[in-house]
């Protein structure tokens, strides 16, 4: 196997789990960062009120359709990027790097468009009321409108993380949280004489932060094995028709996600205002709890990508299971946090007793399906460095739209259970999810050791 900043593929279980920690603890420090900015953002704006929570949660829900695209890149990027240096093909690997950042420019300037001329009409989608509209679209207008830096942040990011430099994309988390945190404070709430700006604050604090993550991502990138010219950008070839088929099948499975979650948002903003921002205050709490497992799955899809490519499918097999089986020690801790602490979590949100018993009952139903969700999360990502990324597809449209939408309605609306019925929905898909993922990498590697055995047979006889 390739050497991976500075390392041998390791052959002991312990030296295994080593270099998985090795790639894996940064890339959770990242994400725990950058789910930082979202959740001081809901903290602060759940100081103006509950309405404006609604609203960009609303807005959040739709900026994270874009992000599901890009990331959906990134996966085909990572994929390949890993694959191809597990080959030995490092100008194959920059090939792939450069289309990516060229194609994902283009889809950027499409949407930056569309926001600023159609922020109105994308919130009025939810169904909500025509205040948290109006304050909504100011966020997503704004924020948006800058595509593009979410476009090359998390594609250069990707590209790093592919060629096993988890560090960088840290170190650039740690940087723009420092900037973010007071300066979000300043734009919403104002400073001396001056009010601020409110919601449109917070959204001007994010895009600003994306546009320092991205530059200083991009010195990064230049300084390393894969760097790329801005004037080759748009010169593509077979690899950014490689790419894009990786792609497609993983922005389909995030577009099936995320416009699930438009319905099931929609359904929940049905129950009540109140019980909608009692969920959102509940998400971003959880969204702590996917760090581990998110910082785990960029470790698999590496590993098992690089050791996929040099030919070694035990070593992919093994990186995979082991990973999980990690991921599910540090997320079952975090669920049993949760579970005894979610009523002082909800408490830094909002002082109202109903939405912080709401919040608890999520949480706390959440925290048994921790277990699931790092399976899920990680065996994704290990899929994913094997160049499967149909199979999530697969599993994320039946499990959000046969499960957790039709799970919502029967048990939230029509029994009438509320935010117990709605997270015992998103529980259920979460676990029917990772069994079949689960399945799934199982059939790969037992594929590979059919066709193994068949042609050292053949070759015996």
Avoid: C
């Amino acid at each position: 196997m390739k050497q991976l900043n500075g390392l041998q593929g390791p052959s002991s279980k312990s030296e295994k789990v080593k270099i998985i920690l090795l790639l894996a603890i940064p890339a959770m420090v990242e994400y725990l960062l950058q789910t930082v900015v979202g959740f001081v953002d809901t903290l602060f704006i759940a100081r103006i009120g509950l309405q404006e929570v609604t609203a960009v949660g609303i807005a959040t829900a739709v900026l994270a359709i874009y992000l599901a695209l890009f990331m959906a890149l990134g996966v085909g990027t990572s994929s390949l990027v890993a694959r191809k240096l597990g080959a030995d093909d490092l100008s194959g690997a920059r090939k792939v790097a450069q289309e990516s950042l060229g194609f994902g420019t283009v889809v950027a300037v499409i949407l930056s468009i569309l926001t600023w001329f159609g922020s109105e009409f994308l919130m009025s989608l939810f169904g909500a009321e025509d205040e948290v509209v109006r304050i909504g679209a100011i966020y997503l207008k704004i924020v948006g409108g800058g595509a593009l830096f979410l476009a090359w942040m998390t594609l250069i990011g990707s590209i790093l993380r592919a060629g096993g430099d988890t560090k960088s994309p840290m170190k650039v988390a740690w940087i723009i949280n420092i900037v973010h945190i007071p300066l979000n404070y300043i734009f919403i709430f104002g400073i001396g004489d001056w009010g601020g700006w409110g919601v449109a604050g917070a959204a001007w604090t994010t895009l600003f932060v994306r546009v320092l993550g991205t530059w200083l991502l991009w010195r990064y990138l230049k300084k390393s094995s894969l760097a790329v010219s801005l004037l080759t950008l748009f010169s593509w070839d077979k690899h950014t028709k490689e790419m894009v088929y990786l792609a497609v099948p993983a922005a389909a499975e995030r577009m099936i996600m995320r416009i699930g979650q438009v319905v099931y948002f929609g359904l929940i903003v049905a129950i009540g205002t109140k019980t909608f921002a009692a969920h959102t205050i509940a998400g971003n709490i959880e969204m702590f709890s996917y760090m581990p497992g998110y910082g785990l799955a960029l470790a698999a899809t590496t590993l098992v990508g690089q050791s996929w490519g040099a030919g070694n499918w035990r070593e992919a097999y093994h990186y995979g299971l082991l990973t999980a089986a990690i991921g599910v020690v540090f997320m079952s801790f975090i669920g049993l946090v949760m579970f005894i602490w979610a009523p002082w979590f909800a408490s830094w949100f909002t002082q109202d007793p109903e939405a912080i018993e709401m919040v608890s009952i999520a949480l706390r139903i959440d925290a048994f399906a921790q277990p699931a969700l790092a399976v899920g999360l990680i065996l994704t990502g290990a899929l994913q460095g094997l160049g499967d990324t149909k199979s999530p597809m697969y599993s994320t449209a039946i499990g959000m739209w046969a499960v957790r939408i039709v799970g919502i309605y029967f048990l939230g609306i029509y029994l009438e259970m509320g935010i117990a019925g709605i997270w015992l929905a998103i529980a259920a898909d979460i676990t029917l999810r990772a069994i079949y993922l689960f399945f799934r990498f199982k059939s790969h590697a037992m594929k590979k050791k059919t066709s193994e055995k068949g042609g050292s047979e053949k070759s015996l006889s």
